[in-house]
């Protein structure tokens, strides 16, 4: 299985297994994501949340179903539900390439959700 962060340019950054939030301060850095001027009307801190912010998609497990868990840019751990950035056409190319290679890796939620946004 791949874990990691998905760019919205459709980069897919893999990290090992509970790898996202080092990985996730490390695209921070290297996209020179500007936490103050970005998220000044916001209570965002953690990085990871603002991958998500700015567009990004988290690729992670599943615990329930030992398939893909796939977080899109509206969501986020420190419960800020906005819609700022939706996935891009070349994430959902990556995430169609992701379900033709391993299409029962992905059920509940995360197929519904990829059913919603027309990648499946």
């Known amino acids: 299985m791949i874990f990691g962060w998905l760019s919205p340019e459709g980069k ?3 990290c090992p297994y509970y790898g996202h939030i080092g990985l996730a301060y490390d695209l921070v850095e290297e996209y020179k994501i500007d936490k103050h001027r970005l998220f000044a009307d916001y209570d965002i801190s953690a ?4 991958l998500l912010f700015t567009g990004w998609v988290k690729i ?3 615990q329930s179903t030992n398939g893909y868990a796939v977080i899109p ?5 420190c419960g800020l ?4 950035a ?3 056409e070349e994430q959902k190319r990556y995430l169609k390439h992701m379900y033709d290679e391993e ?8 197929l519904s959700w990829m059913g919603e946004i027309g990648v499946i």
Not at 73 to 77: D, F, L, N, R, T
């Open 12 to 14: 897919m950054y893999e």
């Open 47 to 50: 990085e990871d949340d603002m």
């Open 60 to 62: 992670g497990k599943d």
């Open 73 to 77: 840019p509206e969501a986020g751990s």
């Open 81 to 84: 539900k906005v819609r700022i």
């Open 86 to 88: 939706k996935v891009t």
């Open 103 to 110: 299409p029962d890796k992905f059920s509940g939620i995360w």
